[in-house]
Structure formats: structure tokens, C-alpha cells
């Protein structure tokens, strides 16, 4: 008989892993992470398969806690683009 799992448990955060980002447990993979690829247009089954490390169960996880949460990690992902271009910019003058 199998145990079931408490779907609460699947991500975590902690200030010490990912900046306090949400992770999937056990895994230090970001939710975020997980939503780059979604938002590319791939399906939970693909992202299971190119991070095989992932259950199909905490890939799913990880897409409910972004829809609960999609402002804060919509706001996270805008951040890090700003900072990339910020970065970009800055090396593009020093060529």
C-alpha cells in the first residue's frame, strides 16, 4: 500500500537555498525554474522528462504554487530580466 503524500510538503522555502525563492524539496530546483520552461510552452510531462531529477508529482507542485502565487513569481522573473539587461548594457559598453 502506498503513502500518500501531503502536496504542502512538495515545495519549500528556506533563506539559506535559491535567495528564500520557493524550491521544489529536496531538490534546490527552483519553482522558477520550472516556469521558464512552462511558460516556453512546455507541458508538465516535458519538464518531467528534461529535469528527470523532478517527479511528474513535484513538476505540478511547482505549476500550482506558481498559478497561487503568479505575482510573486511573475515579479521575481521580471527582476532577474531587468538585472540581465542591466548587466548586458554595462558589458556592451566596456567592448
Same mark, same amino acid.
Given at each position: 500500500?502506498?503513502?500518500a503524500?501531503?502536496?504542502?510538503?512538495l515545495?519549500?522555502?528556506?533563506?539559506?537555498?535559491?535567495?528564500g525563492?520557493?524550491?521544489?524539496?529536496?531538490?534546490?530546483?527552483?519553482?522558477?525554474?520550472?516556469?521558464?520552461? #512552462?511558460?516556453?510552452? %512546455?507541458?508538465?510531462?516535458?519538464?518531467?522528462?528534461?529535469?528527470?531529477?523532478?517527479?511528474?508529482?513535484q513538476?505540478? %507542485? %511547482?505549476?500550482? #504554487? #506558481?498559478?497561487?502565487?503568479?505575482?510573486?513569481?511573475?515579479?521575481?522573473?521580471?527582476?532577474?530580466?531587468?538585472? #540581465?539587461?542591466?548587466?548586458? %548594457?554595462?558589458?556592451?559598453k566596456?567592448?
Amino acid at each position: 500500500m502506498s503513502t500518500a503524500t501531503d502536496i504542502g510538503t512538495l515545495v519549500t522555502r528556506f533563506p539559506d537555498i535559491g535567495n528564500g525563492r520557493p524550491v521544489i524539496t529536496g531538490t534546490g530546483t527552483s519553482v522558477r525554474r520550472v516556469v521558464v520552461l #512552462y511558460k516556453q510552452g %512546455a507541458s508538465a510531462e516535458e519538464i518531467a522528462r528534461r529535469m528527470s531529477h523532478l517527479s511528474l508529482a513535484q513538476v505540478y %507542485a %511547482a505549476l500550482a #504554487y #506558481y498559478h497561487a502565487n503568479r505575482d510573486e513569481i511573475e515579479a521575481d522573473l521580471a527582476e532577474e530580466d531587468s538585472e #540581465y539587461w542591466k548587466l548586458a %548594457a554595462l558589458h556592451s559598453k566596456r567592448v
